[in-house]
């Protein structure tokens, strides 16, 4: 992404007010935690492109794009979009949301809620914590004392990994997440949870731990990681979800 200039963290921060910060992640990661002030338009040709040429009719401010961060390309890809599309001055901020929150709480929102502590993240180790292997996985699946979700979105599915077995609800589905994660909390049973690469889970334990959910654990490389174990490579090519 050479063409694409980049905006560094402390010249976000300066410069907040006078910018349009895009959120081109999925709505699920965007409304758990975002930058305050920031817009979302999801990294999508055909919503972006429209989206942000009518941003530009409504002043010259510079349009900074921001995702994950670090291994996620999609403020990059957004800016290439708005470029080829003809709108200028576009930046990408690509130091990572987890690394914005840290420094800037007062300028990130959690849960709706802001300014957000360093007690509010989750952190890579404790999402780790929660990680087990396929073989794990599959064992406590057939034990049959736990509730297994998967959360892949339509158009990750492919087939069930566990036929039967499991349910279904997609991160945009508040109503059946919340309907699936009650009963696991009646039943007093483990949830399993599984998304595509692994990436989706890290957002719905947010969810989770404000549910007071205290038995869950998650699929470590989602489905994609559970075909690679089982069968030393991954099902199917699988395009970043970061």
Known sequence: FKNVAVMEMEALHHQLDGVVLVDVRSRYEY??????????????????????????????????????????????????????????????????????????????????????????????????????????????????????????????RDSALFPFKEERATLDDQRRLAEVVAKAKRADKPLLVYDKVGKQTRWFQYFLEKEGVKQYFFLDGGSEGYFEAKFGKAKFAVPDQS
């Open 31 to 156: 409304e758990t935690l975002h930058i305050k002030g920031a817009l979302h338009i999801p990294l999508d040709k055909q919503k972006l492109v429209p989206a942000v040429q009518e941003l530009r009719k409504q002043g010259p401010k510079p349009i900074v794009f921001y995702c994950n961060g670090t291994t996620c390309k999609k403020s990059y890809e957004a800016a290439e979009l708005a470029m080829g599309a003809g709108v200028g001055n576009v930046y990408a901020y690509d130091a990572g949301l987890d690394a914005w929150t840290r420094q800037h709480p007062e300028q990130s929102v959690l849960l709706g809620r802001s300014p957000v502590t360093a007690n509010d993240l989750i952190d890579m180790a404790k999402f780790k914590q929660r990680l087990i292997s396929a073989s794990d996985f599959e064992a406590r699946v057939e034990q049959g004392n736990s509730i297994v979700l998967d959360i892949r979105d339509l158009r990750q």
